[in-house]
Nanobody, 123 residues
Framework: QVQLVESGGGLVQAGGSLRLSCAASGRTFINYAMGWFRQAPGKEREFVAT????????YYGDSVKDRFTISRDNTKSTVYLQMNSLKPEDTAVYYC????????????????WGQGTQVTVSS
């Protein structure tokens, strides 16, 4: 198993930036593709971004493309989500997740999840 712990959430004004981190422990981090998802109150969990095991390929949801950047440091067993030009509609709990096979955007295909970190963007 792998344990995931997110950090870096908080309150920010619209147009601002935040960087989320997700530290992994337990199994070898490079064995997992990683993803970020978010869930706003009353809404379904939404795909945000994903990165392959070695960090050479990334993919983003349409709502965050060109504003968010996913990256990973396998030496630190950590995945990051740099969020720029934040909007009130980005307000949600953000989760990181790990998957053992392939890459993708479906939350059902991820095997391990963190507890989430709250991001609130004020207008």
């Amino acid at each position: 198993q792998v344990q995931l712990v997110e950090s870096g959430g908080g309150l920010v004004q619209a147009g601002g930036s935040l960087r989320l981190s997700c530290a992994a422990s337990g199994r070898t981090f490079i064995n997992y593709a990683m993803g970020w998802f978010r869930q706003a109150p009353g809404k379904e969990r939404e795909f945000v971004a994903t990165i392959n095991r070695v960090g050479s390929w990334t993919y983003y949801g349409d709502s965050v493309k060109d504003r968010f950047t996913i990256s990973r440091d396998n030496t630190k067993s950590t995945v990051y989500l740099q969020m720029n030009s934040l909007k009130p509609e980005d307000t949600a709990v953000y989760y990181c997740a790990a998957r053992t096979h392939g890459t993708g955007t479906s939350s059902a295909e991820y095997d391990y999840w963190g507890q989430g970190t709250q991001v609130t963007v004020s207008s």
